[in-house]
């Protein structure tokens, strides 16, 4: 509509232009008559361009002096750092998700982000449903984890600072400083009557990418969790050490992986790739956004085969990643439909010391494709639809997407993550499987586990035994446990709807019969989610002593998507299949 209105403008200025013209008798050749047409044609995008100044230049001014008669006449005193930044954050949300501001004291989120450095103790912290804050996971050889410090130990004091009340964001805040400084940190053990008090120094903590890479059989195996800084040097590392010990394949797992630094993705493809190959176009508003990133240095192994693990948690640098190498038909890609990120961001450095990161630009893999899921854009003119008429506008793409190709001739399509070439499926977890996960309960046990047992054997040797279990199961009881059961509430509410409809009468001794059967019994549904749960409680287990390579370890004892990957990279038959060859 916009660039209609200017159009419109251009051809009205042209015309005034000539009716000028010819009311002071000057005589207009066709020639002339044309260039004055283009000419005032070409001031269109200067029309735009001096109406968005405007509209800028005006709504800035109203803002600010929204401001000002606020921070005069308002009833209370204002903060400005808190007001202002509510502005900000309700700007850049309405944006998309991944644009946001950080003040000077939030640099470090942001250096982490990009390096998977801090200064601080490295250790995960968490709130129990009492609001205590405890250590949900230290990092292997890392200050937490050095001094001593467990999964459960309950958060009092950092030096003479209660936490009483604090949430995790504010004890993180504190927890994090400069490398080198000391602090002594005041914790209450479970089961213990005395609080311990540890003395720790903080260090500069780098996360590593690679929690665990080991041997499956003949193939190799790397669990990647993010791209930061030198990851593609330490996966290269990792496949040289696991061709040594005698790797002919290669499974990297990119599940659960949320992406990170473009340059990292670009060097990993190039492990596998010849160089001078372009990976990824980025395109955006501005000509600086325009980039073709092209392999730069000699692969490591163009013919290893390879497959790589996704799921609907793989997304930005790690679908680069996954996407590339299915474009190029160098890798198969297994598991479930990747969370479909195809936006750039990067950040630029703001007065004070503080930074916003933006997203700048939409990528396009090899065959041309984006795998934008979600149109942000369209969000924002449904929701000022629905603000200003009331009416709800779908914001989903077109059902038929656009199909592009592989370098090989399959296809594949845009707007929906990386479909992957063999899709696993997987059983839904159970919803008291998902509560216990994250209850305390769990973790109180865990905690118990590990002061009744010094040690434990080796993760593949380790196994919850019925006894195990059975104390589990007393302590969810006595916990008192409750977990949201879809069951009763969808029986409740078709209840409520034949009542409505005055059908309830007549079918009361079969709404009766279903309440029983759907009657709560925590007895029954841990029998029969043993299985799920016997995980669960492994992997409490074998976190606190074997950190995230035990976690790692534990999980692929029973992983379906790395069952298929071997199968595949077993059969070169269907390997070479999958990939057209």
């Given at each position: 509509m916009k660039r209609l209105k200017y159009f419109t403008l251009s051809i009205l200025q042209f015309f005034n232009f000539l009716f000028l013209s010819l009311h002071t008798n000057?005589?207009?050749?066709?020639?002339?008559?044309?260039?004055?047409?283009?000419?005032?044609?070409?001031?269109?995008?200067?029309?735009?361009?001096?109406?968005?100044?405007?509209?800028?230049?005006?709504?800035?001014?109203?803002?600010?002096?929204?401001?000002?008669?606020?921070?005069?006449?308002?009833?209370?005193?204002?903060?400005?750092?808190?007001?202002?930044?509510?502005?900000?954050?309700?700007?850049?949300?309405?944006?998309?998700i991944y644009t946001k501001f950080y003040p000077e004291e939030e640099m470090g989120e942001l250096k982490m982000m990009t390096t998977g450095k801090y200064g601080g103790i490295g250790s995960i912290i968490r709130m129990r449903k009492d609001s205590t804050v405890i250590i949900q996971e230290p990092y292997v050889d890392m200050p937490a984890a050095e001094v001593g410090l467990q999964v459960g130990d309950v958060l009092l004091k950092i030096d003479d600072k209660d936490l009483k009340g604090m949430n995790t964001s504010e004890v993180s805040e504190l927890l994090r400083g400069e490398p080198g400084t000391t602090f002594m940190l005041k914790v209450q053990r479970p089961g213990e009557k005395k609080t311990r008090d540890f003395k720790i120094t903080r260090r500069s903590i780098k996360v590593p990418a690679i929690p665990y890479y080991g041997m499956m059989g003949d193939a190799g195996?790397?669990?990647?969790?993010?791209?930061?800084?030198?990851?593609?040097?330490?996966?290269?590392?990792?496949?040289?050490?696991?061709?040594?010990?005698?790797?002919?394949?290669?499974?990297?797992?990119?599940?659960?992986?949320?992406?990170?630094?473009?340059?990292?993705?670009?060097?990993?493809?190039?492990?596998?790739?010849?160089?001078?190959?372009?990976?990824?176009?980025?395109?955006?508003?501005m000509v600086a956004a325009n980039y073709s990133y092209k392999t730069n240095n000699d692969p490591l192994d163009v013919d290893i085969p390879l497959v790589v693990l996704v799921d609907e948690n793989t997304a930005s640098a790690a679908e680069i990643v996954s996407g590339s190498l299915q474009d190029l038909d160098r890798a198969v890609i297994i598991g479930g439909d990747t969370y479909g990120k195809g936006l750039v961001q990067s950040s630029r450095e703001l007065p004070y010391n503080g930074s916003i990161k933006l997203t700048t630009a939409k990528y396009y893999l090899p065959s041309g494709r984006c795998i934008q899921?979600?149109?942000?854009?369209?969000?924002?003119?449904?929701?000022?639809?629905y603000r200003t008429t009331g009416k709800?506008?779908?914001?989903?793409?077109?059902?038929?997407?656009?199909?592009?190709?592989?370098?090989?001739?399959?296809?594949?399509?845009?707007?929906n993550g990386i479909k992957p070439d063999v899709e696993v499926k997987h059983d839904t977890l159970s919803n008291i499987v998902y509560y216990l996960s994250n209850d305390d309960v769990l973790t109180d046990w865990g905690t118990k586990y590990c002061q009744n047992h010094p040690t434990i054997p080796a993760v593949k040797d380790f196994s919850i035994t019925d006894a195990d279990y059975a104390e589990f199961k007393k302590m969810v009881k006595d916990s008192d446990f409750k977990y949201d059961r879809q069951s009763e509430k969808r029986l409740a509410d078709l209840k409520k709807t034949a009542q409505f409809e005055g059908y309830y009468d007549d079918a009361k001794a079969e709404f009766d019969a279903l309440e029983k059967k759907f009657a709560h019994n925590l007895d029954r549904e841990m029998d029969r989610q043993e299985k799920d749960l016997r995980k669960v409680m492994a992997n409490e287990i074998v976190r606190r002593y074997y950190f995230q390579a035990g976690t790692v370890e534990e999980m692929l004892k029973d992983d379906d998507d790395t069952k298929r990957a071997i199968e595949v990279l077993g059969n070169p038959a269907e390997y070479n299949k999958i990939l057209g060859k």
């Amino acid at each position: 509509m916009k660039r209609l209105k200017y159009f419109t403008l251009s051809i009205l200025q042209f015309f005034n232009f000539l009716f000028l013209s010819l009311h002071t008798n000057q005589q207009l050749s066709m020639k002339k008559i044309l260039t004055l047409l283009v000419f005032t044609l070409s001031l269109a995008p200067a029309f735009a361009q001096q109406e968005h100044n405007f509209t800028l230049t005006k709504y800035l001014d109203i803002f600010n002096s929204i401001y000002r008669q606020l921070d005069i006449f308002y009833v209370d005193s204002l903060e400005a750092d808190k007001v202002v930044r509510v502005g900000i954050d309700a700007m850049t949300q309405e944006l998309d998700i991944y644009t946001k501001f950080y003040p000077e004291e939030e640099m470090g989120e942001l250096k982490m982000m990009t390096t998977g450095k801090y200064g601080g103790i490295g250790s995960i912290i968490r709130m129990r449903k009492d609001s205590t804050v405890i250590i949900q996971e230290p990092y292997v050889d890392m200050p937490a984890a050095e001094v001593g410090l467990q999964v459960g130990d309950v958060l009092l004091k950092i030096d003479d600072k209660d936490l009483k009340g604090m949430n995790t964001s504010e004890v993180s805040e504190l927890l994090r400083g400069e490398p080198g400084t000391t602090f002594m940190l005041k914790v209450q053990r479970p089961g213990e009557k005395k609080t311990r008090d540890f003395k720790i120094t903080r260090r500069s903590i780098k996360v590593p990418a690679i929690p665990y890479y080991g041997m499956m059989g003949d193939a190799g195996y790397i669990f990647l969790r993010e791209f930061t800084e030198g990851c593609a040097k330490d996966v290269r590392k990792a496949i040289i050490s696991l061709k040594e010990k005698g790797a002919k394949k290669l499974i990297l797992d990119l599940r659960n992986n949320g992406g990170g630094l473009l340059n990292e993705a670009i060097d990993m493809v190039n492990l596998f790739v010849p160089k001078n190959i372009k990976i990824v176009e980025t395109k955006g508003k501005m000509v600086a956004a325009n980039y073709s990133y092209k392999t730069n240095n000699d692969p490591l192994d163009v013919d290893i085969p390879l497959v790589v693990l996704v799921d609907e948690n793989t997304a930005s640098a790690a679908e680069i990643v996954s996407g590339s190498l299915q474009d190029l038909d160098r890798a198969v890609i297994i598991g479930g439909d990747t969370y479909g990120k195809g936006l750039v961001q990067s950040s630029r450095e703001l007065p004070y010391n503080g930074s916003i990161k933006l997203t700048t630009a939409k990528y396009y893999l090899p065959s041309g494709r984006c795998i934008q899921k979600i149109d942000y854009k369209k969000l924002r003119e449904a929701a000022e639809i629905y603000r200003t008429t009331g009416k709800r506008v779908s914001t989903k793409g077109d059902s038929i997407k656009q199909i592009f190709h592989t370098a090989g001739g399959r296809e594949v399509t845009e707007g929906n993550g990386i479909k992957p070439d063999v899709e696993v499926k997987h059983d839904t977890l159970s919803n008291i499987v998902y509560y216990l996960s994250n209850d305390d309960v769990l973790t109180d046990w865990g905690t118990k586990y590990c002061q009744n047992h010094p040690t434990i054997p080796a993760v593949k040797d380790f196994s919850i035994t019925d006894a195990d279990y059975a104390e589990f199961k007393k302590m969810v009881k006595d916990s008192d446990f409750k977990y949201d059961r879809q069951s009763e509430k969808r029986l409740a509410d078709l209840k409520k709807t034949a009542q409505f409809e005055g059908y309830y009468d007549d079918a009361k001794a079969e709404f009766d019969a279903l309440e029983k059967k759907f009657a709560h019994n925590l007895d029954r549904e841990m029998d029969r989610q043993e299985k799920d749960l016997r995980k669960v409680m492994a992997n409490e287990i074998v976190r606190r002593y074997y950190f995230q390579a035990g976690t790692v370890e534990e999980m692929l004892k029973d992983d379906d998507d790395t069952k298929r990957a071997i199968e595949v990279l077993g059969n070169p038959a269907e390997y070479n299949k999958i990939l057209g060859k």
